[in-house]
């Protein structure tokens, strides 16, 4: 199983950026996916997932602001970004709760995607 993440750039604060994420492969399903960040030695944190049945999660720093969208079934993710501040600044993370045909989809699986770079400029 792959993710595959696109949509990184630089932006000015208050501007608008859209992330996108799909998992390919073969014999699994998603659990959920979502996005994490993590900027300079700070932590990896979450920042929005979105649940097989469509429910979505958001760090209480992004709420408001941030959308995340899509359909696991559909094995894509959305990360809609506005009005973004200099603090979002962070290598964004697809993360795919994964299911595997090899383990009867019983046991989940942690997968990442390739991070992408955003940049926010004040």
């Known amino acids: 199983v792959q993710l595959q993440a696109s949509g990184g750039g630089l932006v000015q604060a208050g501007g608008s950026l859209r992330l996108s994420c799909t998992a390919s492969g073969s014999a699994f399903s998603l659990n959920s996916m979502g996005w994490y960040r993590q900027a300079g030695g700070n932590q990896r944190e979450l920042v929005a997932t979105l649940s097989s049945e469509g429910r979505p999660h958001y760090a209480d720093s992004v709420k408001g602001r941030f959308t995340i969208s899509g359909q696991t079934a559909k094995n894509t993710v959305y990360l809609q970004m506005n009005s973004l501040k200099p603090e979002d600044t962070a290598v964004y993370y697809c993360?795919?709760?994964?299911?595997?045909?090899?383990?009867?989809?019983?046991?989940?699986?942690?997968?990442w995607g390739q991070g992408t770079q955003v940049t926010v400029s004040s």
């Open positions: 993360h795919g709760d994964v299911l595997l045909a090899a383990t009867d989809y019983e046991i989940p699986y942690d997968y």
